[in-house]
């Protein structure tokens, strides 16, 4: 892959994990079946273009790669879950930023887990985030959906974050494909049970909004994101991912007419700024990229 087609490939991976919200939005269902059908359409989709390339390589799943493989998979459960509860409870765009605080978890639990020195700029970092997600929410009342969809969205990037340091920890590491395979084959299997009730009265165009969050938000994008790390920096990865909230709030305000106040843009102003100022510190202080599972 040339660096021109990589790039090219980032930017359709973003833009599919942008629409992760909106098409959640349009399938109306709870919270368990979006997941569940997510996941669902995502393991067929892999699936399929396993069988089809015939290059996966595929490690052997010993005690310590099946621990890591199933807290994953839990991880990645109720990193979804939480998301798509902030999207019912306060909309695409809300929902969108308040995930978008990962980075901030991330420095943290690195510190807290790897005992890596956070530095001042990082707690600056931090404080930038923090104060773009009170500018987020209108009304900070814990009765308000609003606000409990924001902490939704926030616990979302809090499960997120672990998900990464998951990725990046150990030894003796899955492949992507292979690990998004047995993550997402796992949320399958554990929310079923949740599913399974509302189902049969899910509607056939909520059935094709799951499809195309399970293919395309998922399984496409997420192999877009591998392919493109292939000719492409981790950092100008991380800096395309700046966009995500961008393309999250305009898909939201063409189809749903969830136009942002100035309060909102200004915190989500600060927010991306915030992420593009946290991959772009100097080489010495990046630490190690993680595997993304949008």
């Not at 165009?205 to 293919?215: I, K, Q, R």
């Not at 898909?251 to 106040?261: D, M, N, V």
Request: charged share 10%; glycine share 8%; hydrophobic share 60%.
């Amino acid at each position: 892959m040339t660096q021109r087609s990589a790039i090219g490939a980032l930017h359709c991976a973003v833009l599919l994990f942008g629409l992760t919200g909106v098409l959640g939005k349009l399938a109306d269902s709870s919270p368990a079946i979006i997941v569940f059908g997510r996941a669902a359409f995502a393991v067929l989709a892999l699936s399929l273009c396993a069988g089809l390339l015939g290059r996966v390589s595929w490690q052997p799943l010993n005690h310590a790669n099946c621990y890591r493989l199933t807290l994953g998979g839990l991880l990645l459960a109720g990193h979804w879950m939480s998301f798509f509860i902030a999207v019912n409870g306060a909309g695409v765009a809300i929902a969108t930023l308040g995930f978008a605080s990962f980075p901030a978890f991330t420095v943290l639990l690195e510190g807290l887990i790897f005992r890596e020195r956070i530095r001042h700029s990082e707690i600056g970092l931090i404080a930038l985030v923090s104060l773009g997600l009170l500018l987020v929410t209108p009304d900070f009342d814990l009765a308000s959906t609003a606000t409990s969809g924001l902490l939704w969205a926030v616990l979302s990037g809090l499960l997120f974050a672990l998900l990464s340091l998951v990725n990046r920890s150990g030894v003796g590491k899955l492949t992507p494909a292979q690990a998004a395979l047995g993550q997402n084959l796992l949320v399958t299997c554990c929310l079923l049970p949740f599913a399974a009730p509302g189902l049969p009265d899910l509607p056939a165009l909520s059935w094709l909004w799951l499809a195309l969050l399970g293919v395309f938000c998922t399984a496409v994008g997420h192999w877009l994101f591998v392919a493109s790390l292939s000719a492409l920096k981790a950092r100008t990865a991380a800096v395309a991912f700046a966009l995500e909230p961008v393309y999250g709030i305009s898909f939201a305000w063409l189809i749903f007419a969830q136009a942002p106040s100035l309060r909102m843009l200004v915190g989500a102003a600060l927010i991306m700024l915030a992420i593009l100022l946290s991959v772009l510190r100097p080489a010495h202080s990046a630490r190690p990229s993680a595997a993304v599972q949008e």
